[in-house]
Antibody, heavy 116, light 107 residues
Framework: QVQLKESGPGLVQPSQTLSLTCTVSGFSLTSYNVHWVRQPPGKGLEWMGR???????SYNSALKSRLSISRDTSKNQVFLKMNSLQTDDTGTYYC??????????WGQGTLVTVSS | DIQMTQSPPSLSASLGETISIECLAS??????LAWYQQKPGKSPQLLIY???SLQDGVPSRFSGSGSGTQFSLKISSMQPEDEADYFC?????????FGGGTKLELK
């Protein structure tokens, strides 16, 4: 059974760094790409970046200077780090598995609030 | 980046009514389009992929059509459980981009 689960701090102070973990089960990170997508409260979805099955990464150019995605295949985990957080980075962060370009499996999401 | 423009932003439909949601891509994306349904507090769920293929487990009242730059999602008979937000997403180029969403309510 394919599962993804995000974890991380619910509250981050402005200018600080966000660190999130996506723990997957039911599939191998060396066979599938995993993406990060976020959603501000009451708004639409924004693609952030991806970790390819071979370890390569791609980023949204709007976030590239602040964003880093990595993984630990032995722990079945994909990590997101984003620095210099501001209030408009508040939202729900999802990890999702890429199946031929679309996202059939999503984590439950984790709400991140940027506030002092 | 490929811009995905969805319309209408919101829609109110009666029980049993047929509705359509449109998605316009700023450049041709062939059939590289997916539709998602998102209910409050939940993750998006894949409904349609490849513009017209129904994801396993999705009711047959949902259908997708289009190619190139113009796409649509149709719900053939509105049900109470279809109240949700709907998003389109292109998978032709990076960055992956989503439409702004359509909020569907039951009248």
């Amino acid at each position: 059974q394919v599962q993804l689960k995000e974890s991380g701090p619910g509250l981050v102070q402005p200018s600080q760094t966000l660190s999130l973990t996506c723990t997957v089960s039911g599939f191998s990170l060396t066979s599938y790409n995993v993406h990060w997508v976020r959603q501000p409260p009451g708004k639409g979805l924004e693609w952030m970046g991806r970790m390819r099955y071979n370890g390569d990464t791609s980023y949204n150019s709007a976030l590239k200077s602040r964003l880093s995605i990595s993984r630990d295949t032995s722990k079945n985990q994909v990590f997101l780090k984003m620095n210099s957080l501001q209030t408009d980075d508040t939202g729900t962060y999802y990890c999702t598995r890429d199946d031929y370009g679309w996202f059939a499996y999503w984590g439950q999401g984790t709400l991140v609030t940027v506030s002092s | 980046d490929i811009q995905m423009t969805q319309s209408p932003p919101s829609l109110s439909a009666s029980l049993g009514e047929t509705i359509s949601i449109e998605c316009l891509a700023s450049e041709g994306i062939y059939s590289n389009l997916a539709w998602y349904q998102q209910k409050p507090g939940k993750s998006p769920q894949l409904l349609i992929y490849g513009a017209s293929s129904l994801q396993d487990g999705v009711p047959s009242r949902f259908s997708g059509s289009g190619s190139g730059t113009q796409f649509s999602l149709k719900i053939s008979s509105m049900q109470p459980e279809d109240e949700a937000d709907y998003f389109c997403q292109q998978s032709y180029k990076f960055p992956r981009t989503f439409g702004g969403g359509t909020k569907l309510e039951l009248k």
